[in-house]
């Protein structure tokens, strides 16, 4: 690796898959960034456990302690700006953050989404695609902005769904494509790569913006 590793920030509130599968890329040096803090509005969020083995810092943030959001968001952008964190990664983290920590963090806040957005946002997004009949659904990685699941696009990996799926089933298949899509967004990010203009995200000198259905069903059906 010749480039020094981007510092990452974690934000969590639960099992923390998405965490594991970026810690993972980071000790195997398949991304050029390093997990700095994980940080947890949820004190026994497993996530903190995962980070804890790895030896990264945790930190946990009581959202009780403050009266407002915008009290509870300063104290987390002062403990992301004291370890010069470059790049946000939001990991199943079931907070809204205020415009002024977006606007902190101007396109440098990443989340994760376990459907093909536009459609599907919110919670509760393999149920709403079941109930829908959809075909095919997916996950989206996509910069944060002031909207809930509205920032620009970074990759998306579209997953099909099968006559039989349950929430489970379709959750799973597309959280095995969370762990692809997620440390491939960081890289494109540590690379230099990405370009956020106006609703699009340019990816300069590859092609990485998305794993197209016929992969995802050899995938389950080799
Ligand atoms: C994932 O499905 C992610 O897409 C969504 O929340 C879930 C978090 O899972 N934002 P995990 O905590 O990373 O296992």
């Not at 695609?129 to 509205?150: I, N, P, Q, Y």
Request: glycine share 8%; hydrophobic share 45%.
């Amino acid at each position: 690796m010749s480039r020094a590793p981007i510092r990452l920030g974690v934000l969590v509130s639960g099992r923390g898959s998405n965490l594991q599968a970026i810690i993972d890329a980071s000790e195997a040096r398949r991304i050029d960034a390093a997990v700095a803090i994980v940080m947890s509005d949820v004190p026994d969020a497993y996530a903190l456990e995962r980070a804890r083995r790895h030896g990264i810092e945790t930190a946990f943030v009581d959202p009780k302690g403050f009266d407002t959001r915008e009290g509870f968001d300063a104290a987390v952008i002062d403990l992301l700006r004291k370890r010069e964190i470059d790049l946000v990664c939001l990991a199943g983290f079931m907070r809204i953050l205020s415009p002024h920590f977006v606007s902190e963090f101007r396109n440098r806040i990443m989340n994760i989404h376990p459907a093909l957005l536009p459609a599907f946002p919110g919670l509760h997004v393999q149920r709403k695609a079941l109930r829908h009949g959809a075909k095919l659904s997916g996950c989206t990685v996509h910069f944060v902005d002031e909207g809930t699941d509205t920032g620009p696009i970074i990759i998306q990996a579209v997953v099909p769904i099968l006559d039989d799926d349950t929430e489970e089933s379709l959750s799973a298949r597309i959280l095995a494509y969370e762990h692809q899509i997620y440390p491939r967004a960081i890289q494109l990010f540590a690379e230099g790569r990405l370009e956020v203009r106006g609703r699009r995200v340019l990816c300069h000198g590859v092609d990485a913006s998305h794993l197209d259905a016929q992969r995802a069903w050899g995938a389950i059906n080799p």
